[in-house]
């Protein structure tokens, strides 16, 4: 028999169904066995002298009728529940040893006789009873080579050992009858059996198999004959579709679950796809079935005739409601903000670029960052809510209204408007937005700033960029006057370009006599809040102004190039104490610091080289860095952008988007770029164990994540229940006052020194912080 190896379960039901062969097959073998040995005794009578024969005939006998009981008592007797297959097995070798003792002592009346003919009878009768043997019995192993060693076994030796040619001639011969009939026969027989069974295996594993995978990957599929006019559906098929029966004798069930307002276009798109001969159709659609509305991916695979009609279409449906759903949420997710309901910075770019413009106001809420730092972020978002909606009130429905990011808005008119016009909407915004606020039972006073941008008359807006930047100047000048007023922009903002030029030259001083200061915010591993990393944060601490606000130096820089030697030496930095950090820890327990590139730094020819500079004085490995980008540069069209990121992707560092989903969220370049990590913006942390709109954006984040194999680190963690929800949702790493503020190097590096347990959080143990 095959000695290939198969499983467990496979082996036990194979060899229960080889003993449920042997023994259903056994009544007539032994039944004709019994026949055959009453008939050749009467033959040879004359020739075997004494009793002898007849005490054969009873002895062969006595044993098949033993073998019958034993056979009737397994099929009919409740044998085969009572005794498992092993016992059985060995019962069947067992019959086997007696019947084959029995037999041959047949063989041994040869030499006995000293007629030819009855010679001959019992020579024949041995052979067609293992012949018998063979093609009727033997299902169990080793049955057959030991039944036919021990029938024809004593007769091939008494003729071996007569001496005369005639005699050894028959011996050897009936040697190799032996050897063919009762060893080789049946081995190729059982292998063929095995084969068979395997093949049987193999096809219902197959099957079981396929209704698995169409059942993880809720796909279905449907065989249309078009001349018998019947479809065959499969398990999930009719599932999918609601309906019981696998076949059905026309479409109109099928049709019926694809919704109303898609089933022509779907009807269409088939039949125009057959007329023109194609292979495949793709298409997605809708279907009301037993599970509700649901989305379906399709693909009609055509067969077709010689004379070119459809013979078969054989349909593949999947189920993608929640992938539909997940696109919708993200498309959401890059043109809406999620907190106000107005489109986004990406949704106002796209509205910049495809309709006419005549002018841009930009405007943020004066003071706002008060209102979070003594209220908190819940209570700003809840004021940021009630400011947008004063602002649709004062505008009409034609303007397009954004909310940018933080608390700044941006108005587009698509219509030419005069200045006077302008300045009223600008006047009622600002007063609509100054009126007190009701957050949480408290009056919350803040006022607008506005900056306005116009294209002039007979002018194209061929720069929308310019046009956004002028509107963001304007602003900068509303403030710098005051704030709660507005500002058209003008050549001549003398006050804002002398603020500007003194900021820049303090810049310039600043980077000469090392004001800057680097601050690292822990990173934290979500599983056991074991520090990973950190990211570097630049500080400037002027000697007259004190600390100034990122937001408020960073701008200049980038403008005034100044950002270019800023950024090498945070690079620098950072990548020194990178290496002396991790030169301090065990192996296998890297920190990562991660560093911010700006705009224009990143669009420096030079950033690559750079890059490896840093990396190589400090003695810095890549893998110790990530660099952090911002996704408004991945809508690069020049490609240049492309080739920095696999510049530095080829060095060995991680590359992450910084504050994802809140710019341009330029989604389908996560796949084009060598990008590593997202970084979940803290404003989405905000109430999102409260608030099921919020926690569907960042669960649809994370579920992108982990579609492209993106690492993920949320930003802006502040309470365990966040940390929890983060961690229920796959998110990896998190960084957050929860874990630690910004902090000086040396503070950071004791932090983690002191590091042997798992990190108490700020709001029970207080850290110091920048």
């Known amino acids: 028999m095959s000695s290939t190896p198969h499983p467990p379960q496979a082996d036990d039901a194979w060899e229960r169904s080889l003993i449920d062969m042997h023994y259903e097959e056994s009544?007539?073998?032994?039944?004709?066995?019994?026949?055959?040995?009453?008939?050749?005794?009467?033959?040879?009578?004359?020739?075997?002298?004494?009793?002898?024969?007849?005490?054969?005939?009873?002895?062969?006998?006595?044993?098949?009728?033993?073998?019958?009981?034993?056979?009737?008592?397994?099929?009919?007797?409740?044998?085969?529940l009572r005794w498992r297959s092993p016992a059985w097995r060995r019962i069947a070798l067992g019959q086997t040893v007696c019947s084959g003792l029995a037999w041959g002592a047949l063989g041994l009346f040869f030499g006995q006789s000293a007629n030819p003919l009855h010679q001959i009878v019992i020579l024949f009768t041995l052979m067609g009873v293992c012949a018998g043997s063979a093609a009727l019995t033997g299902m169990v192993k080793g049955t057959l080579p030991i039944f036919g060693t021990l029938a024809l076994g004593p007769l091939s030796v008494l003729l071996v050992l007569r001496g005369d040619a005639a005699h050894l001639f028959l011996g050897l011969a009936l040697l190799w009858y032996l050897h063919l009939v009762m060893f080789k026969g049946p081995g190729r027989?059982?292998?063929?059996?095995?084969?068979?069974?395997?093949?049987?295996?193999?096809?219902?594993?197959?099957?079981?198999?396929?209704?698995?995978?169409?059942?993880?990957?809720?796909?279905?599929?449907?065989?249309?004959?078009?001349?018998a006019r019947t479809a065959t559906l499969s398990a999930h098929a009719r599932r999918q579709l609601g309906i019981d029966s696998e076949t059905v004798g026309d479409l109109s069930p099928l049709?019926?679950?694809?919704?109303?307002?898609?089933?022509?276009?779907?009807?269409?798109?088939?039949?125009?796809?057959?007329?023109?001969?194609?292979?495949?159709?793709?298409?997605?659609?809708?279907?009301?079935?037993?599970?509700?509305?649901?989305?379906?991916?399709?693909?009609?695979?055509?067969?077709?005739?010689?004379?070119?009609?459809?013979?078969?279409?054989?349909?593949?449906?999947?189920?993608?409601?929640?992938?539909?759903?997940?696109?919708?949420?993200?498309?959401?997710?890059?043109?809406?903000?999620?907190?106000?309901?107005?489109?986004?910075?990406?949704?106002?770019?796209?509205?910049?670029?495809?309709?006419?413009?005549?002018?841009?106001?930009?405007?943020?809420?004066?003071?706002?960052?008060n209102v979070n730092d003594t209220l908190g972020h819940a209570a700003g978002d809840r004021l940021l809510v009630a400011a947008a909606q004063r602002l649709l009130r004062c505008l009409r429905e034609r303007d397009t209204v954004a909310r940018l990011g933080g608390d700044e808005f941006a108005v587009l008119t698509h219509n030419a408007l005069e200045r006077e016009t302008l300045e009223r909407i600008a006047r009622r915004i600002v007063e609509a937005l100054s009126q007190p606020y009701e957050i949480d039972g408290q009056q919350v006073f803040v006022s607008a700033s506005i900056g306005i941008a116009t294209v002039g008359e007979g002018q194209t807006l061929s720069e929308p960029e310019l046009l956004m930047r002028q509107a963001d100047t304007a602003l900068f000048e509303a403030k710098a006057r005051g704030r709660a007023r507005h500002e058209f922009h003008s050549e001549s903002l003398s006050e804002r370009a002398r603020e500007r030029l003194a900021l820049e030259a303090d810049l310039r001083r600043a980077i000469a006599e090392g004001q800057f200061e680097i601050h690292y915010q822990p990173k934290v591993g979500l599983d056991d809040a074991h520090i990973v990393?950190?990211?570097?944060?630049?500080?400037?601490?002027?000697?007259?102004?004190?600390?100034?606000?990122?937001?408020?130096f960073i701008p200049v820089a980038e403008d005034c190039g100044l950002i270019v030697p800023i950024g090498t030496w945070v690079l620098q930095q950072a990548?020194?104490?990178?290496?002396?950090?991790?030169?301090?820890r065990p192996p296998g327990e890297p920190l990562r610091i991660a560093i911010n590139l700006s705009p224009r730094q990143f669009m420096n020819h030079d950033l690559v080289q750079t890059v490896r500079d840093a990396l190589d004085a400090s003695a810095c490995r890549p893998e110790w860095i990530e660099l952090e980008i911002t996704e408004r540069l991945l809508l690069d069209e020049r490609n240049q952008a492309e080739d920095i990121l696999n510049g530095l992707r080829a060095l060995g560092l991680t590359l992450a988007i910084d504050d994802f989903g809140t710019g341009y969220s330029a989604l389908g370049y996560l796949t084009r770029y060598p990008i590593g990590t997202l970084k979940i913006d803290k404003s989405f942390m905000r109430d999102i164990t409260t608030r099921p709109d919020r926690a569907g954006?960042?669960?649809?984040?994370?579920?992108?994540?982990?579609?492209?194999?993106?690492?993920?680190?949320?930003?802006?963690?502040?309470?365990?229940?966040?940390?929890?929800?983060l961690r229920e949702q796959g998110c990896e790493l998190a960084q957050g006052w929860l874990y630690g503020r910004p902090m000086p190097p040396q503070a950071f590096g004791e932090h983690v020194a002191a590091q042997r347990e798992p990190v108490v959080p700020l709001s029970a143990a207080p850290l110091q912080a920048a």
């Not at 008939?39 to 062969?60: E, F, K, N, T």
């Not at 079981?208 to 001349?227: K, N, P, Q």
């Not at 106000?340 to 930009?362: H, Y």
């Not at 960042?698 to 229940?721: D, F, Y």
């Open 27 to 80: 009544p007539l073998t032994v039944g004709s066995g019994m026949v055959v040995a009453a008939a050749v005794g009467l033959v040879i009578r004359d020739s075997v002298p004494g009793l002898a024969l007849p005490a054969w005939v009873l002895v062969a006998e006595l044993v098949m009728a033993a073998r019958l009981a034993l056979t009737w008592f397994y099929l009919r007797g409740g044998g085969r």
């Open 189 to 227: 027989t059982g292998r063929a059996m095995q084969a068979l069974h395997d093949g049987r295996r193999d096809r219902e594993l197959l099957v079981s198999r396929l209704e698995d995978a169409e059942r993880v990957g809720r796909m279905g599929h449907v065989l249309w004959d078009h001349r």
């Open 255 to 369: 049709w019926a679950r694809v919704v109303a307002s898609d089933r022509d276009r779907v009807k269409a798109l088939t039949r125009e796809a057959m007329q023109r001969g194609e292979a495949e159709l793709h298409f997605d659609t809708r279907i009301d079935g037993p599970d509700g509305l649901r989305d379906l991916r399709v693909v009609h695979r055509f067969e077709y005739g010689a004379d070119g009609r459809a013979r078969f279409t054989m349909t593949t449906t999947q189920d993608i409601t929640e992938l539909k759903t997940t696109q919708r949420d993200l498309h959401d997710l890059a043109f809406r903000d999620t907190l106000t309901g107005l489109i986004n910075r990406a949704g106002f770019q796209a509205r910049l670029r495809e309709q006419p413009v005549s002018s841009v106001l930009m405007l943020d809420l004066d003071h706002f960052k």
């Open 533 to 552: 990393g950190a990211e570097a944060l630049l500080r400037w601490k002027h000697p007259v102004r004190g600390m100034v606000p990122p937001d408020r």
């Open 575 to 584: 990548c020194a104490a990178a290496a002396a950090w991790n030169r301090e």
């Open 697 to 725: 954006i960042v669960r649809a984040i994370i579920l992108m994540g982990h579609s492209l194999k993106l690492g993920l680190v949320a930003e802006g963690v502040e309470t365990e229940e966040q940390a929890a929800f």
